[in-house]
């Protein structure tokens, strides 16, 4: 059966086009912006946990904690708090001289020197800071004491930074009152 050319039939078909056309404009114009990717950022790289002896000497010598971030292979949330948080982080030199980061993956087979030297599986490691989930956040002053409660998963996206931020101002706050005694 052929179609009729009855003017709802063209005017549905004059509009569709104009949709089509808008449309492809619409996409040729984008093409054209520029594109602000992942690669446009300097690049950083979480440093691992493996001496965390030698770390703390840093943290001791800035008075600053160190920030332990303990993550696992596969784990689509530990990769949103490294990328979106944490190398952030490492990017803002504010942080240079507020914290120490380092990411401990407790599915890994390399060993974790601790605060005292001692030579240490990773999981076992992250039982000492009752490390129920990845990821979590722990952050220790030189000798890997606890500072403050554990920062576990992601609560809440829109107000993660600022807990974080409020966490590692509280831990300073802590380990300098600590020095001036």
């Not at 549905?12 to 104009?18: D, E, N, P, Q, R």
């Not at 992250?126 to 990845?134: C, L, P, R």
């Not at 403050?148 to 802590?174: C, F, M, Q, T, W």
Request: proline share 5%.
């Amino acid at each position: 059966m052929f179609l009729r050319a009855t003017p709802f039939f063209i005017s549905s078909t004059l509009v569709l086009s104009a949709i089509l056309s808008f449309s492809w404009m619409t996409a040729r114009a984008v093409d054209r912006l520029p594109v602000q990717t992942e690669e446009a950022l300097p690049h950083v790289a979480l440093k691992s946990g493996a001496d965390l002896a030698t770390d703390a000497k840093e943290a001791r010598n800035k008075q600053v904690p160190v920030l332990l971030f303990f993550s696992m292979e596969h784990c689509p949330f530990c990769n949103e708090v490294e990328e979106d948080y944490l190398k952030p982080m490492l990017r803002n030199s504010d942080y240079d001289g507020k914290v120490v980061i380092r990411k401990i993956k407790i599915d890994d087979n390399n060993f974790v020197k601790d605060f005292n030297g001692q030579q240490r599986e990773p999981d076992e490691f992250s039982d000492e800071y009752n490390v129920s989930m990845v990821p979590t956040l722990v952050l220790v002053n030189a000798q890997g004491k606890k500072l403050g409660p554990a920062i576990r998963g992601i609560r809440n996206s829109h107000y993660y930074s600022a807990e974080l931020d409020d966490a590692i101002d509280a831990s300073i706050v802590k380990i300098r009152a600590l020095a001036k005694r």
